[in-house]
């Protein structure tokens, strides 16, 4: 007799990637993973492991890291709590930001860097092709297009299945796409961060995946509109943030990030939570401040 195991990520619905990747519409973020910081390894591995191994039994089948998560600790945890990854698990990852220090990032998506990042990336999730490579943000000081033919190139070799790009405006899209097909854009979005309104839209009219990071605002204090709707609907404000995203765009996967199992089970319950529409155009028509996460 067969069992149907009831996978909460899949309440949200499903988008498919670059026309061969099906994923549930709630990811997971493996930044937190790592030491403060976003450097070295976790205070308790054995809780980031077990948390990464939660997200898959709770249905989530997307998710994203960077090759400078840790450096490199974000994809070996991954491996070493998911490998052999079931079928169904697509991992995102990135390169082309490097890491000289804890809490400290600086750019470098030159075709040489970006070639040694994927070999490294390819060896710590222990795969012979990336699923979904993603240039992690353009580089001032190499030519865009250059950054875009590398990964290209690193496709047509056989090692990445599909490119994404981070952190990008709708021009860099265009440029990149004349290039290789763009199957995912990763911007900074979330209620409370409008900034890509115009990308969201670009990529639903497109068929592109947009992975909004920091979906929940980084856990930050709630507006007062989502807690009155949280209220409301007998939910917690982040769910409600992310039932936003969910209603806010068939095109969108959040990817909240957590090393917390209490956290991460709240987070995918939202993929249940049905936004009535009257909520959503109260939560829309909120303006926000422009964020800064510099403080
Ligand atoms: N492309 C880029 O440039 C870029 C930049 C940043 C992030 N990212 C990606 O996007 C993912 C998500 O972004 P993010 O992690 O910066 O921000 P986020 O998902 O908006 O928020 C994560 C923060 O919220 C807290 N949190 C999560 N769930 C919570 C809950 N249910 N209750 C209370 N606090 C909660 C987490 O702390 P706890 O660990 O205590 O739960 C963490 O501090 C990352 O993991 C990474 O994969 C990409």
């Given at each position: 007799?067969?069992?149907?195991?009831?996978?909460p990520?899949a309440?949200?619905?499903?988008?498919?990637?670059?026309g061969?990747l099906?994923?549930?519409?709630?990811?997971?973020?493996?930044m937190?993973?790592?030491?403060?910081?976003?450097?070295g390894?976790?205070?308790?591995?054995?809780?980031?492991?077990?948390?990464?191994r939660?997200?898959?039994e709770?249905?989530?089948?997307?998710i994203?890291?960077?090759?400078?998560?840790?450096?490199?600790?974000?994809e070996?945890?991954?491996?070493?709590?998911?490998?052999?990854?079931?079928?169904?698990?697509?991992?995102?990852?990135?390169?082309?930001?490097?890491r000289?220090?804890?809490?400290q990032?600086?750019?470098?998506?030159?075709?040489?860097?970006?070639?040694e990042?994927?070999?490294?990336?390819?060896k710590?999730?222990?795969?012979?092709r990336i699923?979904?490579?993603q240039l992690?943000?353009?580089?001032?000081?190499v030519?865009?297009?250059a950054?875009?033919?590398?990964?290209?190139?690193?496709?047509?070799?056989?090692k990445?299945?599909?490119?994404?790009?981070?952190?990008?405006?709708?021009?860099?899209?265009?440029?990149?796409?004349?290039?290789?097909?763009?199957v995912?854009?990763?911007?900074?979005?979330?209620f409370?961060d409008?900034?890509?309104d115009?990308?969201?839209?670009?990529?639903?009219?497109?068929?592109?995946?947009?992975?909004?990071?920091?979906?929940?605002?980084?856990?930050s204090?709630?507006?007062?509109?989502?807690?009155?709707?949280a209220?409301?609907?007998?939910?917690t404000p982040?769910?409600?943030?992310?039932?936003?995203?969910?209603?806010?765009?068939?095109?969108?996967?959040?990817?909240?990030?957590t090393?917390?199992?209490?956290?991460?089970?709240?987070?995918?319950?939202?993929?249940s939570l049905?936004?009535?529409?009257?909520?959503?155009?109260k939560?829309?028509?909120?303006s926000?401040?422009?964020?800064?996460?510099?403080?």
């Amino acid at each position: 007799m067969s069992q149907t195991q009831f996978l909460p990520a899949a309440a949200a619905g499903t988008l498919t990637i670059g026309g061969d990747l099906t994923v549930n519409r709630l990811g997971y973020g493996a930044m937190r993973i790592t030491g403060p910081g976003i450097w070295g390894p976790p205070a308790d591995k054995s809780s980031a492991l077990a948390t990464l191994r939660r997200t898959v039994e709770l249905g989530v089948n997307l998710i994203d890291t960077a090759d400078s998560y840790g450096p490199g600790t974000s994809e070996e945890l991954i491996a070493e709590a998911l490998y052999p990854y079931p079928a169904d698990v697509v991992i995102a990852t990135k390169g082309g930001w490097e890491r000289p220090g804890p809490g400290q990032w600086t750019h470098n998506a030159s075709p040489k860097h970006l070639a040694e990042a994927l070999e490294g990336s390819l060896k710590r999730l222990r795969v012979e092709r990336i699923d979904i490579h993603q240039l992690h943000a353009p580089d001032n000081a190499v030519s865009f297009e250059a950054s875009v033919e590398a990964l290209a190139m690193l496709r047509e070799q056989g090692k990445i299945r599909h490119v994404g790009l981070s952190n990008v405006t709708r021009e860099h899209i265009e440029r990149a796409n004349r290039i290789v097909p763009i199957v995912s854009v990763q911007n900074r979005y979330s209620f409370a961060d409008r900034e890509s309104d115009f990308i969201v839209d670009y990529c639903e009219a497109n068929g592109i995946a947009f992975l909004p990071w920091a979906p929940i605002g980084q856990g930050s204090e709630a507006h007062e509109a989502i807690k009155a709707v949280a209220g409301e609907l007998n939910a917690t404000p982040l769910q409600v943030a992310l039932a936003w995203l969910l209603k806010r765009s068939p095109v969108i996967v959040p990817i909240p990030g957590t090393s917390s199992i209490p956290h991460l089970e709240e987070n995918v319950a939202a993929a249940s939570l049905k936004l009535p529409q009257a909520a959503y155009d109260k939560l829309i028509a909120v303006s926000h401040p422009p964020i800064s996460l510099r403080g």
